[in-house]
Structures are given as structure tokens and as C-alpha cells.
């Protein structure tokens, strides 16, 4: 079983910018596409941003388009989540996540098998 480790959450100012970094255990890394979802307190988990297994495609949700970049390193079995221009409601605990070997949709949670224990980021206004 895959295990996936986020870092680089914290606390920053509206306007500010942070870098999540999501490692992964195994050898079959470049093999899947992955995602980042978060969660904000008494909401459900919303998809943000996926990456395909070459890093050729990326996907985002309209509330962070323009904003964040979804990429990674296969070489590092890393997939990254710059976030600038943060803002309040962007405020959630992060979660990368992996994907089924086959699935219907980067942008649901049912497509992927699994996650990271999460980040928190926190953006005050």
C-alpha cells in the first residue's frame, strides 16, 4: 500500500503564497495520476487540482484556477501544489491523493484509492 506524506501547509496572510509538497512511497509513482482535495471545518472534501501520470494534462477547480499549479517530479515520486494569491476561503486542511489504476474522473473523490494524512493551511485576512 502507497503511502503519501503532504507537507508545507501553514499560516499566511491573504495575498500570500505557500508550496505543498506530497511524497510517495513505492516504485509505481509515475504510473497514476494525482490530486489534491481539501477540506475546510463542517464541509465536504472538494477536489482542487490533479495532475496525469506524465504531468502532460492538469486539471483545476474553477475557485483555483489561475491561482494554483498542480505539478510534479517523477524522478522524486513528489507531486507539488503552489498556491498563490491565498485567500480566507481557501483556508482547509489539504489532502493529495492517488488515483485509481483506472477511473471515470479526475475531479471525484470515488477516483481515487488513496490519500495523505492531510496539511493544514490557514489564510488570515
Known amino acids: 500500500q502507497v503511502q503519501l506524506v503532504e507537507s508545507g501547509g501553514g499560516l499566511v496572510q491573504a495575498g500570500g503564497s505557500l508550496r505543498l509538497s506530497c511524497a510517495a512511497s513505492g516504485r509505481t509513482f509515475s504510473f497514476y495520476a494525482m490530486g489534491w482535495f481539501r477540506q475546510a471545518p463542517g464541509k465536504e472534501r472538494e477536489f482542487v487540482a490533479a495532475?496525469?501520470?506524465?504531468?502532460?494534462?492538469?486539471y483545476y477547480a474553477d475557485s483555483v484556477k489561475g491561482r494554483f499549479t498542480i505539478s510534479r517530479d517523477n524522478a522524486k515520486n513528489t507531486v507539488y501544489l503552489q498556491m498563490n494569491s491565498l485567500k480566507p476561503e481557501d483556508t482547509a486542511v489539504y489532502y493529495c491523493a492517488r488515483s485509481q489504476r483506472t477511473y471515470s474522473s479526475y475531479y471525484e473523490r470515488s477516483s481515487y484509492a488513496s490519500w495523505g494524512q492531510g496539511t493544514q493551511v490557514t489564510v488570515s485576512s
Open positions: 495532475i496525469s501520470w506524465s504531468g502532460g494534462n492538469t
